[in-house]
């Protein structure tokens, strides 16, 4: 009898680890500091709000391999970025675009772009004591459908190697500079393997936006996007740049994902 108790209660431990939620990503060391370069009068949440509206949604850039240096980002940017949403996704209080921090963390090499989210997400956690949770709501945002004669979508390529992608880099570098056109305003992205509800999510970094898949589509397409912020240039808008590509972009109300912040300290805990 004695055995078999044993080997009951061997079983149920067994079972609850087998049932046991997987360790949460976490960088290996992190550092959280209010900015060392916060500016007085108002300028720092200025500067901040241009790196707002230039920084893709969820993007938290790896400086070297193993390395991140996040430099004055208001809690209000650190949160979108966390959850992979844009800053007007972020629902919580005003004060959390007012102070900007410094951030230095180490990954483990070879960690992948896409693991720093849910890494970023338990250092808020922990040092901030956040808590959210998610929500929907109707906004004014962007339908992404197929125009009148249809979608003029190229199939995906694949993925082009580093040399490629350098070579590629140094074609449009030279072609800038024997157009001899001033430059100042171009934005463009390429895409060589992206669905269209990817395409969607992407093009929110231009339309500065909520912008929602209504194509159907369902393919794999690669997708060359090219704009200019000066409204005079001919074909450069965001809306042409679409058509060129069989697309529409029509301004309605969408629902929004929402990240709704449900508890957050104003100053982390020590480091």
């Keep these: 009898m004695r055995y078999v108790v044993h080997a009951a209660m ?7 680890r087998a049932q046991a939620p997987p360790d949460k990503p976490e960088f290996e060391v992190a550092s ?10 108002g300028l720092g949440m200025r500067l901040r709000e241009m790196m707002r509206s230039g920084r893709p949604p969820g ?21 979108a970025a ?30 992948p772009k896409e693991a720093l989210n849910a890494m970023l997400r338990s250092l808020l956690e922990e040092r901030f004591g956040l808590k959210v949770h998610r929500d929907k709501r109707t906004g004014q945002g962007f339908a ?7 979608p003029k979508l190229k199939p995906a390529e694949a993925p082009p190697g580093p040399q490629k992608r350098a070579a590629d880099q140094r074609k449009r570098v030279q072609e800038d500079q024997e157009s001899g056109t001033a430059r100042v305003g171009l934005s463009r992205a390429n895409f060589p393997s992206i669905t269209t509800e990817q395409l969607a999510f ?12 209504e194509t159907g589509l369902t393919g794999t397409y690669h997708v060359a996007i090219e704009t200019w912020k000066n409204a005079d240039v001919p ?9 060129k590509l069989g697309l529409k972009l029509e301004a309605r109300k969408v629902s929004i994902e ?7 300290h104003k100053m982390p805990t020590g480091n």
């Design 82 to 111: 966390a959850y992979n949403v844009r800053a007007t996704q972020v629902s919580g209080p005003a004060w959390l675009s007012d102070q900007g921090f410094d951030i230095e963390a180490k990954v483990t090499q070879g960690t």
């Design 202 to 213: 992407q093009l929110e970094r231009f339309a500065e936006a909520t912008v929602a898949d």
């Design 235 to 243: 074909g450069g808008t965001l809306f042409d740049a679409v058509e």
């Design 144 to 150: 992404l459908v197929v125009g009148k004669n249809g």
């Design 59 to 79: 993007m938290i850039p790896m400086d070297s391999p193993g390395r991140v240096h996040l430099e004055n980002w208001a809690l209000l940017d650190l949160i």
């Design 258 to 264: 929402t990240v709704v912040v449900d508890q957050v």
């Design 32 to 41: 959280v500091k209010p900015a060392a370069n916060e500016q007085s009068g």
């Design 10 to 16: 061997a079983l149920i431990c067994v079972n609850l």
